[in-house]
Structures are given as C-alpha cells and as structure tokens.
Nanobody, 115 residues
Framework: QLQLVESGGGLVQPGGSLRLSCAASGFTLDDYAIGWFRQAPGKEREGVSCITRNGGRTYYADSVKGRFTISRDNAKNTVYLQMNSLKPEDTAVYYC????????WGQGTQVTVSS
C-alpha cells in the first residue's frame, strides 16, 4: 500500500531550525522528483522545494532560498527538508508529494514558529 509519512515538525522560536522527513512505504521514491509543499491557515497550498530523481538539481521558492535545503537518500527511501533561520511566516502544515502533486495528500507535519 502506497504511503508517504511526513515527520519532524514542531514548535520553534524564530531563528531556529527543524529537519523534516518524508518516508515512503509500499513503493520506492527513486523514480520520482519529490517536492515539499506547505499550507498556512487561510492560504492555498504552495510549493516550497523540489529535488530531482538523483538529487542533481533542486528548486526553492524565493521565500525560502538560502534558508532551506532539500536532500534525498534513495537507499533509505526518504526525502528531507532542512529548515534554518525559521521565520513566523514559515508556520504551516508541510507535505511531501511528487513534484506534480499526483498522489493523495497525507497528514503532513505541523511547523509553528513563534513570533
């Protein structure tokens, strides 16, 4: 059964760091470009970052460039998002999916940055 599970969120003060994980079960991620998305209350879901199949190219939204780093470990069937210098506007539920968002959305992981 295909499943993506996001983890690693929590409550952090501005300037702090978190590392999110996206772990796949029931299939392997190595054939897919994988993205991180987020949705804040009252806002549309937006793309945050994306990584190609072999990790050779990455994409970042302008709002997170220089602060977030996406990576993947295909042997562990996991994609990561390292988030540094967090800001209150980063507060959202974070999700992973294919870069096109083709799969069902999971529960996500809540990131809250206090002001």
């Amino acid at each position: 059964q295909l499943q993506l599970v996001e983890s690693g969120g929590g409550l952090v003060q501005p300037g702090g760091s978190l590392r999110l994980s996206c772990a796949a079960s029931g299939f392997t991620l190595d054939d897919y470009a994988i993205g991180w998305f987020r949705q804040a209350p009252g806002k549309e879901r937006e793309g945050v970052s994306c990584i190609t199949r072999n990790g050779g190219r990455t994409y970042y939204a302008d709002s997170v460039k220089g602060r977030f780093t996406i990576s993947r470990d295909n042997a562990k069937n996991t994609v990561y998002l390292q988030m540094n210098s967090l800001k209150p506007e980063d507060t959202a539920v974070y999700y992973c999916n294919s870069q096109s968002g083709q799969w069902d959305w999971g529960q996500g992981t809540q990131v809250t940055v206090s002001s």
